[in-house]
């Protein structure tokens, strides 16, 4: 009888400790540079999660934008054994991808991506539909033909818009031949002007005084971290300024058409919970960004000589004066 | 074997500071001369020497090595056949490197690098005899680092490096200057040793009157960029300190006097 | 620290231990400072990354990164001797060019290895867990590039070389052409970079052209820990003392990561700071081992 009791207790003992071990779910956060978006990016995930009341152990790192640091997060996330890992950006994504492969105890492990522009350029998925491995995510692929339906509407006759881009970015080149393909559908042609640093934006958009009707900023952290500059030049030569980063708007470009990055955060908390409820990465296609907002800087349009046409006055998410 | 012609070097031409450190030099050199250059400070000679070696290329003149002109000829190119030893006991061993490396170096003056090994089995003994004959007791420190050594040691040794494949060329300058007088000694006694014994054709610098006239066949004054004087054979044979100096006076007085007479008349 | 993490520090210590060679050779035995290796190493990645997007076999499109590396090693070399601008001046100026060259050979800032084939997928297919293939693979190369270069060094053209960096007087005075013997030096240090770069791209999944940064001072860290702490006398102690640096040096810092007092983190950003301070440590070693070994008497 007591040895019968015994095993009971032991084997309930047993149980116990097994419920109590299945506990909260384990992440690991790989983001690879502090910067205000991906901070949102994160802070939106989490708020996601908590939300839901779902359990979570995070692990969070940041590379400093020093892919060296990226690699060995990558190493040290498969010492954490998470039951989820979200790799924000796209260099962080890699180097999360790439521990994994060496890893063989992670390979059904989810990688979830957010805050990358090209998961198939970036070798993270091979479709978009169909991602085929335990990798899939967010894309904050800037969908161009909304932004520059945009910029036409505040200026119908535009014929050429400046492209200020870092070239040191790969988010902002992929996106060179989508926004000239755009354009032309719409009627107008694109003028490229690259820089290599933060110190060289005043000259390349100096540049382009005189030479185009509009300058377009992509999210490209690069410029948008000297982005007083362009406003400077373009609010001195009545050059309109448009962003795809809501931010800058309130800082002085005249509009943007963007998310917010808190939103694209959010939303990837969503696939991950249904993941870790079992859904499976190889089938869950790549979501796109779907809730865009429309923010317009009134004072900024008056001072660069742009009207504001009424219907996206109607639109605007938000206006600042 | 070599030629001088008007060898002219000035040091910072075209400027404010501009010196005429060699003057139109016309020096002949024979095959196992052994020439003691001495002057006044600033007279030129360490300048003639570098000439000589390659440091710089003459502003005027000619340098001609058996015929051939080599006044542009790089330092190194000129190291084919120009052994030198410094002021500077450690400017001519490498002292990160060992005795026998340092060795090995010197053995392969003049000829291509390439990838045998540098120190080679067979060279080991010949170093061994040849460090012997200087009787520091170097033979027994093949592997040592040559910066443990003295300065001493090390000016032995670049003067057995500068002449383990005999140079047709061997250029001294002031190379006991810089070491106490037992080592300076036991220095010029090598000197002498080696270049009798391998009958090299040398200049030598120095300071010192008296070892000038003791050794070489050959003694040139150098002042103020020109030669002076140039004694050899039976007249050098039989020179004395005094004299020496008399002469210097002399000539030292007729410039003197030219330069005054240019002045005042 | 968990063990993956101390195999990770030791893979990263492996393959930029190559690249540490690489700048022993230059700051060390040529006593040239050569920042070009910021420039080289990501030069040698994006060669290698476009090589095998394009088709080549991962192991020769290394050897095309040395060549690349290589050459940008002489253009540095060449500005010194034959223009006679200052070392430092001169490689500072390759670095800065390299970084339009490479984004140029990438076609953009960043080319993707993921799913390519890597000097890591023979040993893949062969079944062995991949953070096992990857230091031992690194650690082969490594042991026999640093054979190589003790090698080199002790050949005619090596010792030479030795003799360059520490009395050029005199070796010129020997027949040697130190110019050609600075260009041959600066060029085979970069190549030893580029090679390491095209490792680290395959090693990590992508060549990015913003790589490179810290590459001086990463190696430069390393030469100087490891030559502190596992001696430098004689030139194949001090090679052999220089990769362990490396791992020595990816080990503090990984172990820097993960040092938590309180509430205070040692983060990413830190690691300048921390590089500076090992730094300084290392060369105060001597010092403090002077000055208790000889109270110790």
Redesign the interface.
Known sequence: MKRCMLTVFAVMAVLAASVAYAGPYRISVSQFVEHPALDAVLKGFQDQLREKAVDVQYHIHNAQANMATANQIGHQIMGEKPDLILAIATPAAQACAQALKKAPHMRKTPLLFTAVTDPVGGGLVKDLKHPGANITGVSDMLPVDQHLLMVKTFLPGIKRMGFLYSAGEVNSKILVPLFKAEAAKLKFDIKEATISKSSDVYQAVKSLVGQVDAVFIPTDNTVVSALEAVIKVCTENKLPLFNADVDSVKRGAIAAMGFDYYQHGYQTGEMALHILHGADPATTQVEFQEKLQLHINAQAAEQMGVAIPAELLKRADHVYN | MIQLKQFTKYFHRDGVDQVLALDGIDLGVQKGDFISIIGSNGAGKSTLLNGLAGTYAPDDGQILFGGKDIGQWPEHRRATFIGRVFQDPLMGTCGALTVEQNLALAKRRGKRRGFALGVKKEDRQLFEDRLKELGLGLENRLGDRVGLLSGGQRQALTMLMATVIPPQVLLLDEHTAALDPKTARQILDLTRKIIDDRHLTTLMVTHNMRIAIQMGNRLIMLHHGKIILDIKGEEKRSLTQEELVARFYDRQKKEDMLTDRMLLG | M????I???L??GLV?GIMVLGVYLTFRVLDFPDLTVDGSLPLGAAVSAVAITKGVDPFASILLAACAGFAAGMVTALLNTKLKILHLLASILTMIAL??IN?RIMD???V?????STVLDPF?AAGT???V??PVMYGLLAVLITGGIVW?L???????M??T???P??????????HHIIIIGVGLSNALVAVSGAL?AQ????S????G??TII?GLASVILGETVFGSTGVTRTCIAVLLGSVLY?LA??MA??LKLGNFAV???D?NLITALLVVLALMAPGIKRKFGGRAK
Do not use: K
């Open positions: 968990t063990w993956y993490a195999i990770g520090a893979e990263q930029y970084y339009s984004i953009g800032p960043n993707s290895l993921l799913g390519a893949m867990a991949g953070y293939v990857a080199f002790h050949t005619e053209l090596g010792q030479a030795l003799a960096g520490d009395n007087q005199m070796i010129r005075s020997l027949g040697v052409n130190t680290v090693n990590q999944g992508a990015d052209v913003n790589m940064i810290g990463a990816r810092i990984a990561l993960g983060t990413p950003s690691l």
